[in-house]
């Protein structure tokens, strides 16, 4: 797979928007409307500098995304905040890690000095699993913080990783 990770474009939103809302209405990874709408989407994975969005893109198709903003304003700027989507058909290929690598790169470029995803949900297992090979560590869980659809009352892992 020969995976190009690059700057998004709004040539590429109309890629990515459908894997947003397959996750979004999937309701097992993010705390995001069930209903969430392809504006409120769109505002939120297109965000201004310091932040960013990464795309991964095989022969034109977007395969995944990864939006990279200050976790806190003023005095908490410096620490990055994470969110990455991988389209069903590309998962365990690789992009969700060439997708990691990129933004820890992205991220310290932009001068932040850390970074930290601040709802994990515990039974993403896969994900968790490739934070913590990416050098990031579960700092603190909140019990029972997200309504899974099948697991019911899950945790949410906060992740921390100096960059």
């Known amino acids: 797979m020969s995976v190009e990770i690059r700057p998004i474009t709004d040539?590429?939103?109309?890629?990515?928007?459908?894997?947003?809302?397959a996750v979004a209405r999937a309701g097992e990874t993010y705390a995001y409307p069930l209903d969430?709408?392809?504006?409120?989407?769109?505002?939120?994975?297109?965000?201004?500098?310091p932040g960013g969005t990464l795309v991964a893109v095989?022969?034109?198709?977007?395969?995944?995304?990864?939006?990279i903003i200050p976790n806190q304003q003023g005095n908490g700027a410096h620490v990055a905040n994470g969110s990455f989507m991988v389209?069903?058909?590309?998962?365990?290929?690789?992009?969700a890690r060439a997708l990691g690598d990129a933004a820890l790169t992205f991220a310290?470029?932009?001068?932040?000095?850390?970074?930290?995803?601040?709802?994990?949900?515990?039974?993403?297992?896969?994900?968790?699993?490739?934070?913590?090979?990416l050098g990031f560590t579960v700092v603190g869980t909140v019990p029972d913080a997200f309504d899974h659809p099948t697991h019911g009352l899950v945790g949410l892992h906060i992740m921390y990783r100096r960059l």
């Open 11 to 21: 040539a590429d939103w109309p890629g990515l928007w459908p894997i947003i809302e």
């Open 36 to 49: 969430m709408t392809e504006a409120q989407a769109r505002g939120m994975w297109m965000p201004p500098a």
């Open 58 to 67: 095989e022969d034109g198709l977007v395969l995944g995304a990864a939006k």
């Open 87 to 95: 389209a069903p058909a590309a998962r365990g290929k690789g992009v």
């Open 108 to 133: 310290r470029d932009a001068g932040f000095q850390a970074m930290q995803f601040n709802a994990v949900v515990e039974t993403n297992t896969v994900a968790v699993a490739l934070w913590e090979k």
